[in-house]
């Protein structure tokens, strides 16, 4: 029996691109200048913040920004210096959606293994998990005054949750189709 390997694993090749200002070799990890008319620092190769493939991104501020992955991280990342500020991991399965508490200056995150979590800067562990749906939590939103979360899953329910204490106050299932955007 054969191995079965993802597109990552082969090695692609270099494709070359042409611009008003060179040429340039690009594959998936490195662009390279073979003649250019200008300087090319704004090319900058960073080290990934995930170890696999981002799912989702939220903003947080200019230069800073929150994603989740495939490896079950939720990363906080200063994509213009190519700097891994936060990274948290602690749910089971790949995260789903990555929200930021502006009020609470905190992450959520919610994931296929059925939780959200709410993350403190530099604590390791979620500061709470919010358990109670089947499937996976595929959506997250906050109220207006950031003290009512709402998550919506893929086994049809909507949940809302009293933010910083994690009880949920409000149940509604929705008839039929999954809930994938709260």
Known sequence: MGK???RRH???PKKQYSGRHGSYFCDETSITA???DCEIDFFQKYKPAHLDSVICV???KPALSISGGVDKAVVVYDYL???VKQRWVGHEKPITAVLFAEKHRMILSASRDATACLWRKNEPEPAVTYT?????VTGLALSPDNEVLCTGSRDNSVRLWDLMTGTSTLTTSISRNLVSFV
């Open 4 to 6: 079965i390997f993802s």
């Open 34 to 36: 073979i003649q250019s």
């Open 10 to 12: 082969k090695e692609q």
């Open 81 to 83: 210096n190519g700097l």
């Open 132 to 136: 109670g749906h089947e499937l996976p």
């Open 58 to 60: 939220a903003g947080i």
